[in-house]
């Protein structure tokens, strides 16, 4: 097996993943690979934490994580989830060196493939279709939290239940009934009694 399919095995996730975007070529997938870390994440295991440097952009090959802030009363806010063919990472955090606010979460057992900032910038700076794609990637994820912003203050918790099942609808059924109703700013009972009176309509 010659350099390059060997290559193409530890990041084929990714080379599929940005055929979406601009394919990557023969150069750009070694130049990738040599910059990529696959990593094996238990349940439960946070790959970032309050207080810490985000250092890495995470690429979900398997598994699930939520990404969640937590108040002056101890209360958990998930923020966004992350599945297969996924990014996640605070990206205020990343680019500014800042350390987070955020916790990151793995709610399943998942593979991910991390790369660190000084890796990315070279991919950017020797690549311009890297910093293409990444820049389509960051705008995608605006949008996202943007119309999540827009969700919370114009919509009842009803409708956001329905967006919510719109946008994560592989999820809905791997995630807990905890896990959703963070995510929704309500009670888990209030989200069972809201799925109740969906299912009655």
């Known amino acids: 097996m010659n350099r390059l399919n060997i290559k193409k095995l530890t990041i084929q996730p ?48 398997k598994g699930c994580f939520k990404m969640y802030g937590i108040d002056e009363k101890g209360t958990q806010h998930n923020l966004r989830f992350a599945a297969e063919d996924d990014w996640v990472a605070d990206l205020g955090s990343f680019y500014s060196g800042k350390p987070s606010k955020l916790f990151i979460e793995a709610i399943e057992p998942s593979t991910i ?43 009842n918790a009803e409708q956001r239940y329905l967006d919510f099942l719109e946008q994560y609808a592989e999820l809905s059924s791997r995630l807990p009934n905890t896990q959703i109703a963070s995510y929704l700013g309500i009670t888990p009972e209030f989200l069972s009694k809201i799925r109740k009176d969906i299912s009655l309509k």
Do not use: A, W
């Open 113 to 155: 493939l991390q790369i660190e900032k000084q890796d990315l910038l070279y991919l950017f700076v020797n690549s311009p279709k890297f910093d293409r794609n990444f820049r389509v990637i960051v705008e995608e994820k605006f949008i996202e939290l943007q119309t999540r912003l827009l969700q919370n203050f114009s919509s």
């Open 14 to 61: 990714l080379i599929e993943y940005f055929k979406k975007y601009l394919p990557l070529n023969s150069d750009e997938i070694i130049s990738l690979s040599e910059r990529v870390t696959r990593r094996k994440i238990k349940r439960r295991q946070m790959i970032l934490q309050e207080g810490f440097v985000c250092k890495h952009y995470t690429f979900v090959e």
